[in-house]
Antibody, heavy 122, light 107 residues
Framework: EVQLVESGGGLVQPGGSLRLSCAAS????????MSWVRQAPGKGLEWVAN????????YYVDSVKGRFTISRDNAKNSLYLQMNSLRAEDTAVYYC???????????????WGQGTLVTVSS | DIQMTQSPSSLSASVGDRVTITCRAS??????LNWYQQKPGKAPKLLIY???SLQSGVPSRFSGSGSGTDFTLTISSLQPEDFATYYC?????????FGQGTRLEIK
């Protein structure tokens, strides 16, 4: 059974830092792109970042470029999101999700974690 | 970035109703369109990928159609467990933007 379990969320002051982790199990972690998606309270979904299987390619939404860093450790089956210079507008539930690529070029998020809440407030 | 616009933003319907939700892309995305269902306090769940392909385990009352810029999600006969928020998402280009969501409520 595929499982994604996020941790590391919490309350942080504006300008502070936080590191989220996602522990993956039930599949060959090193074979898949992985992503972070967030959802502000009462709002919709926002894709945050993607990372290729070997970590050689990373993509970010413009609003987090230069502040957030996605990384992975395939030996530990773990995905990370280092968040620096946090702002109030980064307050959200952060989901770890597997980005599945079909052979015909289509792709989608097929498995999601339960999410971890990050609150940026003084 | 490609903008995704869903309509309506909210919808009231009854069990047994046929419901259609629309998603429009700001530019052509071919069939690179996914649909997700989210219930309160839960992670989203993939329903439809590649505009019209049903994800494994998803009931056949869910269907998707469209290509280019206009897409629809149809629920043929609403069941009590279908009341949730639905999101479309394009996978044509990065970032994979989502629509703002359609909240489906019980009438």
């Amino acid at each position: 059974e595929v499982q994604l379990v996020e941790s590391g969320g919490g309350l942080v002051q504006p300008g502070g830092s936080l590191r989220l982790s996602c522990a993956a199990s039930g599949f060959t972690f090193s074979s898949y792109w992985m992503s972070w998606v967030r959802q502000a309270p009462g709002k919709g979904l926002e894709w945050v970042a993607n990372i290729k299987q070997d970590g050689s390619e990373k993509y970010y939404v413009d609003s987090v470029k230069g502040r957030f860093t996605i990384s992975r450790d395939n030996a530990k089956n773990s995905l990370y999101l280092q968040m620096n210079s946090l702002r109030a507008e980064d307050t959200a539930v952060y989901y770890c999700a597997r980005w599945y690529n079909w052979n015909d070029g289509f792709s989608n998020f097929d498995y999601w974690g339960q999410g971890t809440l990050v609150t940026v407030s003084s | 970035d490609i903008q995704m616009t869903q309509s309506p933003s909210s919808l009231s319907a009854s069990v047994g109703d046929r419901v259609t939700i629309t998603c429009r892309a700001s530019q052509s995305i071919s069939s690179y369109l996914n649909w997700y269902q989210q219930k309160p306090g839960k992670a989203p769940k993939l329903l439809i990928y590649a505009a019209s392909s049903l994800q494994s385990g998803v009931p056949s009352r869910f269907s998707g159609s469209g290509s280019g810029t206009d897409f629809t999600l149809t629920i043929s006969s609403l069941q009590p467990e279908d009341f949730a928020t639905y999101y479309c998402q394009q996978s044509y280009s990065t970032p994979g933007t989502f629509g703002q969501g359609t909240r489906l409520e019980i009438k």
